[in-house]
């Protein structure tokens, strides 16, 4: 009786320890402090894993922080509770958004259109524009453009917000501001991130930098403060303050190499409503600013303000409607060829703030047609502060892409150059040059467009050189007097400079002695890929299946391995169901194709067997896939066996 007694007051307490923890996650969460939230609602998940309204409010809370465990939480939640709140489809829509699931994200805001009361005309043109985002974002990933994205790392992004990188002529200096706990005072915002402060640090290696410091001087207020741009040599910095509900400030450098007390950069640019971003021409006589001032509905629009031949500000002006949108357009900065860029939240957005370019006809004295710069440059996600390095020849950006630190964090952007590809082709037997062979380079631009490349060894020295595309995996096929020896691959790392050179031998089985070519016995199988979470075969896969199923026709000796793999999203569980079930499609198909399932195993290895790091989408990508190896024949082993015997 007392045993029983204990039980129930223990079982009694721990449903009151979780009610009171649901009540306090649910107070920041009606505050929008999801970080202050999320560990209340994971002690009430703790003590109840299936509460369906807690994995809901979790699951919106993680949005920021972690996509895969926001979609993972509010899946749970519909799963349990198919109707736990009149907003889960919107939710669910969001969240298949940014995790790229474009369809779904579309079917879901389309079943929460018809929910919504038709007096309710501003949330249905919300839903409408996330479903054109999700269309903008499903054809600009599509066509990705051949750009390598790279965190700053972790000596400057942290698990809160990092953006508004800027940096110094020589390369070396980068301010930036955080939200970190380090920002002046520790003072907490409303949202559970510090208050803005801008922060510097300086290079010691090209992909190191110093542990980052509190701007030493007057910038940092009690405020938000945010870095903007150097100008006038690097004396002079533009920055943001949160006062006058914010403004955009001038600070200049002083004898110590200190930050003096800012000063307000002009009443014509400063007005009492919210000035965000600027950018201050290297002459100093052109200032583009992004405000609210002038809107009709509160949004931020692009304007432009030019100094009078006496030195004093004149009258700002617009950018114009083909700039200007009815939503947020912000963070102007213009490159030394004269094209704008700056941050959207209109035109053909992907979604939240994309990066636009725009070039100015000074013939017809307006604005071309801003394009969008597409993937991987911009995400689903909030991708702003675009900056271009003092040359052109790299640029910084703050994103919430899958894969950082925590919140927003700075990145910087390269074009994928050429490479200098140079080498010989050797017999593979003793190492003797081959002269005369044929070497094409066949691979993929990032919006899978075909490319190829070819030379030819020299008669001298076997030797080749060839400029290709860096970045990639390339079929490479070796060829003599029309007859292919053997085709091999080879993957060229990324590289950022059209100076670079790799060097890459080639060894292959060559009988001369009678003009006959021996290739090696290797059959040229290529991956076949998958969309997001889906073993259904493309149809450009069936394609490849065909060929694979042609070799084993023609080759009625040889067996294949078939191998299914996933990038790294979901648990380490499901990802190898998941490769399992990818290499079933591709082993059903060839079975359907007259192949013997007595030549076919299949394997998975699931996220375990990357063949690129899982950072980006287009990374991803790759690593969604199957991949066919011909298992080694039993007379094959039988043979190397005894060349070891022999030896």
């Not at 200096?173 to 803005?196: I, M, P, V």
């Not at 085709?487 to 890459?504: G, H, K, M, R, Y």
């Amino acid at each position: 009786m007392l045993l029983a007694l204990s039980c129930l007051l223990a079982g009694s307490a721990s449903g009151q320890s979780a009610r009171k923890q649901l009540r306090t996650a649910n107070k920041f969460f009606n505050k929008e402090n999801y970080r202050a939230a999320l560990p209340y609602y994971e002690e009430a998940l703790a003590a109840d894993a299936n509460n369906a309204k807690a994995l809901y409010r979790a699951g919106i809370s993680y949005l920021t922080f972690d996509k895969e465990k926001s979609a993972d939480y509010l899946y749970r939640a519909q799963q349990l509770k198919p109707k736990v709140d009149s907003d889960i489809e919107y939710w669910l829509g969001r969240v298949d958004h940014i995790n790229y699931r474009f369809d779904r994200a579309v079917e879901h805001f389309q079943a929460y259109q018809k929910e919504i009361p038709k007096r309710n005309v501003e949330r249905r043109e919300e839903v409408a524009q996330l479903i054109q985002h999700a269309k903008n974002a499903k054809r600009e990933t599509a066509n990705p453009k051949d750009v390598f994205v790279r965190n700053l790392g972790g000596s400057v992004n942290t698990a809160f917000s990092e953006h508004s990188p800027v940096i110094s002529s020589d390369y070396n200096y980068l301010l930036f501001t955080s939200r970190s706990e380090a920002a002046t005072g520790g003072k907490e915002a409303r949202d559970g991130e510090y208050f803005e402060d801008i922060f510097e640090t300086t290079r010691l290696g090209e992909d190191e930098w110093e542990k980052p410091r509190i701007v030493p001087g007057a910038l940092n207020s009690p405020g938000h403060d945010a870095s903007i741009q150097l100008f006038d040599n690097d004396t002079k910095l533009l920055l943001y303050q949160s006062i006058n509900n914010g403004d955009i400030m001038v600070s200049e450098r002083q004898p110590d190499g200190a930050w003096g007390t800012p000063r307000s950069i002009s009443e014509k640019v400063n007005t009492p409503d919210f000035e965000s971003d600027a950018y201050i021409t290297p002459d100093g006589k052109t200032l583009f600013f992004s405000t609210s001032h002038y809107s009709e509905n509160g949004d931020l629009d692009l304007y432009m303000i030019q100094q009078n031949n006496n030195g004093n500000w004149g009258t700002p002006k617009s950018l114009g409607k083909t700039i200007n949108t009815p939503f947020d357009d912000d963070s102007p900065y213009l490159g030394s060829e004269g094209t704008l860029y700056f941050a959207s939240r209109g035109h053909n957005s992907m979604g939240g703030y994309d990066i636009f370019s725009a070039k100015y006809d000074s013939v017809a004295r307006r604005w071309a047609r801003p394009v969008n710069l597409g993937s991987p440059i911009n995400t689903p996600d909030d991708d702003t502060y675009y900056r271009l390095a003092p040359d052109g020849s790299y640029a910084y950006l703050s994103s919430y892409r899958i894969g950082g630190f925590g919140e927003k964090d700075i990145y910087t952007i390269n074009y994928i150059r050429n490479a200098s590809l140079n080498g010989q082709v050797f017999t593979k037997a003793d190492s003797i040059p081959i002269p005369g062979v044929e070497l094409i380079f066949n691979g993929l631009q990032a919006d899978k467009r075909p490319i190829s490349y070819r030379d030819v060894t020299r008669p001298d020295s076997g030797a080749y050189v060839v400029q290709v595309l860096s970045g990639r995996k390339y079929q490479v096929q070796l060829s003599r007097d029309n007859q292919v020896i053997e085709t091999q691959e080879f993957e060229v790392p990324v590289v950022l400079s059209d100076t670079a050179a790799i060097t890459q031998n080639f060894y292959i089985d060559f009988v001369d002695t009678t003009g006959v070519l021996v290739a090696s016995g290797t059959f040229a199988m290529k991956p076949v890929y998958f969309d997001l979470d889906e073993y259904v075969l493309r149809p450009e896969s069936t394609q490849e299946l065909d060929s694979i199923a042609r070799i084993m026709k023609a080759n009625p000796n040889i067996n294949i391995s078939i191998e299914g793999h996933t990038d790294a999203r979901a648990t380490d569980e499901y990802n190898m169901t998941l490769g399992q079930n990818r290499a079933d499609a591709a082993y059903d198909y060839l079975v359907s194709q007259g192949i013997s399932p007595k030549r076919l195993v299949t394997v998975t290895y699931g996220e375990r067997r990357p063949v690129a790091p899982n950072t980006s989408e287009e990374n991803m990508q790759l690593n969604r896939r199957t991949e066919f190896k011909v298992l080694p024949r039993a007379d094959d082993a039988n043979q190397a066996t005894d060349q070891t015997t022999n030896q």
